[in-house]
């Protein structure tokens, strides 16, 4: 029985796993049975009224319309140990019982009207508005009004443009500017929860979070111009868009100093009063093409659109001296957004090469862990081989010749200058094929893993192979006897020598190899920014449909085999897995930071499509 429960044969009942005969496979030493019940409830209600009319030319519509919808959820948990037997399930009849249980419910209205008008395909306009409440926001600001605004002007319809129709077959010119609210924010944020914490008198109570009853709506703001031009019939397309949209009141955590209780363990941080702290703004430009080269009975067709965007951090929270930091993991800040600069900017120190001797550590700005004293101890001192950083700034903004967090500086964006697509379609008969491409350029990668992986703290931890080129310690004379007396301290070994070691490898950018890395070489740096842009083959099919004639008897309609492959090849700088990166799902201040992203899998497939 001992065996079959996971026991061991004294009975014991440790966090260890002990073999179970009964299943053939591992067991925990205690089993454990569980029951929970869960409900859940949603309703939604959505009504409409639409009018349609048209005078002479003149065409309108007018809706109005109302949506409600409410969710609510409640679910309880028994769970016990130490069962009589694994065939008794009933909690009951177990030991240390817990009991969880949870509640919540949110909800939504909203009324809204949107009117159209159209004068003879040639003049439309259209207004909307809507007032939307949620229950996510405090009684205070749990309603809010949205406003959008659209014309258009197609001129290729006027009588003017018929002399040129064969060559501009179609021409529109459209403006618009609009507002849309965002809730996305937890239920009762607005408010204080509490939560139980074990203390060393027994089962208590704390305070969850910071409460903030006059958070309100994020709002959205949004102009845009744009052309979209038809030429040779439609053979060429081009449309081009410009946008500025501006994010005010953003709904974030406030950032607050150590000393409010808001940083450290979860299980007894307070969390940070969300409310609306943020304004950034997005300007892009978007252009796309597509064109009919070939036509008959080999065909071609190219589609191809290219994005340029700059974001910048307009306010937060009305402070100029406020910043947004990003963090890495635990309290790695590996970005620093700021007033007027653009988001999540990468945040270190720059590297100056590495100590080649001791020369180079004199004559260096001095990092923390220099000797005063100059007794240099290669396990407790900066010692040659370790990297060097630039002295770029001090506490009144002007380099002081030491190494400090006043070093710290911007080390790049991880957005790109633009974003780019590029597909291609080919027919001929029966057979098609497609190839499409597409990529970024100008963006930057924290490769955090690199920095994880190349650090040899340990010797228990795989490396990247790009250690092999650390900096290698020679003696300056291999004939010095030791032990020796250097400043005053008996030295038994020349790789312990200040003065009789050297770096035989000078321009590498790996620094020595040592345990406790008293110079911090893997701090946060451009060591570890790499260039993100790539291209990539992101897929290519072909296929053949079957003429008709021969399906025809198989009573099958269409009859298409075809072959895929998908992220076929990248070609990219960067030296990890995969440079699509994207945000980070530890932190939303942290975009580009590669933790380990699984990359995009290369896939190939055959597939057969039957219509009846």
């Not at 406003?147 to 179609?170: K, P, Q, T």
């Not at 957005?415 to 098609?432: A, Q």
Request: include cysteine.
């Amino acid at each position: 029985l001992h065996s079959e429960l996971g026991y061991d044969i004294n009975g014991s009942k440790g966090e260890r796993f002990y073999p179970a005969v009964q299943y053939g496979s591992w067991a925990r030493p205690s089993n454990s049975s569980s029951i929970q019940e869960n409900n859940s409830l949603f309703w939604q209600i959505k009504n409409y009224l639409t009018y349609t009319g048209n005078v002479d030319k003149h065409n309108y519509t007018l809706m109005v319309g109302q949506e409600c919808w409410e969710s609510t959820y409640r679910y309880q948990s028994v769970t016990a140990q130490n069962l009589p037997s694994n065939d008794i399930k009933n909690p009951s009849l177990g030991e240390d019982a817990k009991i969880t249980s949870g509640f919540g419910s949110s909800a939504m209205a909203s009324f809204f009207g949107r009117g159209t008008y159209n004068y003879d395909e040639r003049y439309m306009a259209t207004y909307t508005y809507r007032r939307d409440g949620s229950s996510n926001f405090g009684p205070k600001n749990r309603w809010a009004d949205f406003h959008s605004f659209a014309a258009s002007w197609r001129f290729s319809n006027e009588v003017f443009f018929e002399s040129i129709e064969e060559i501009l077959s179609n021409g529109k010119l459209r403006i618009g500017w609009g507002q849309t609210g965002n809730a996305n924010i937890s239920g009762y944020r607005w408010g204080s929860s509490i939560s139980k914490m074990e203390t060393g008198l027994g089962l208590g109570y704390r305070q969850s979070n910071i409460a903030n009853p006059y958070v309100k709506w994020e709002t959205q703001e949004q102009t845009n111009i744009g052309i979209d031009l038809g030429f040779l019939n439609d053979r060429i397309n081009l449309v081009v868009d410009a946008y500025i949209k501006e994010s005010k009141d953003m709904l974030m955590p406030m950032q607050l100093p150590s000393y409010m209780g808001t940083r450290g363990n979860g299980s007894s941080a307070l969390a940070s009063p969300w409310g609306n702290y943020g304004h950034i703004s997005n300007e892009g430009i978007e252009f796309s093409l597509n064109t009919r080269n070939l036509t008959g009975q080999f065909t071609w067709d190219t589609d191809f659109n290219i994005s340029f965007n700059k974001n910048k951090l307009k306010g937060l929270d009305g402070l100029e001296s406020s910043a947004i930091e990003g963090y890495g993991q635990w309290s790695d800040v590996v970005s620093l957004t700021r007033i007027g600069q653009p988001l999540f900017n990468f945040y270190g120190y720059k590297v100056d090469g590495i100590y080649k001797d001791l020369d180079d550590l004199k004559n260096s700005p001095k990092p923390a862990k220099y000797p005063a004293d100059g007794n240099f101890n290669r396990y407790n001192t900066v010692w040659v081989g370790d990297i060097k950083y630039k002295d770029l700034s001090g506490p009144d903004g002007v380099p002081d010749g030491i190494i400090d967090e006043y070093d710290r500086t911007d080390l790049g964006s991880p957005f790109p200058k633009f974003t780019f697509g590029f597909s291609n379609s080919f027919s001929y008969k029966n057979f098609d094929a497609n190839i499409f491409i597409n990529g970024c350029y100008g963006n930057k990668i924290y490769n955090y893993m690199a920095m994880n992986l190349s650090n040899m703290k340990s010797t228990w931890d795989n490396q990247l192979s790009k250690v092999t080129n650390r900096a290698v310690i020679a003696p300056v004379d291999a004939s010095k006897v030791y032990p020796a007396v250097v400043n005053g301290v008996t030295v038994n070994n020349w790789y312990d020598d200040i003065t009789n070691v050297t770096v035989i490898n000078p321009n590498t950018d790996v620094p020595r190899a040592i345990a406790n890395d008293p110079n911090d070489n893997d701090r946060i740096s451009d060591r570890y920014i790499e260039d993100g842009s790539y291209l990539r083959i992101a897929s290519v099919t072909i296929g053949y449909t079957f003429p008709k004639k021969m399906i025809r008897s198989l009573k099958i309609d269409n009859l298409r085999i075809y072959a895929q492959g998908q992220n076929l090849h990248t070609f990219t700088n960067y030296s990890g897995y995969d440079p699509e990166i994207g945000a980070n799902t530890a932190n939303v201040n942290v975009y580009g930071l590669d933790n380990g992203r699984y990359p995009s899998p290369k896939t190939y497939s055959i597939g057969v499509s039957i219509t009846l």
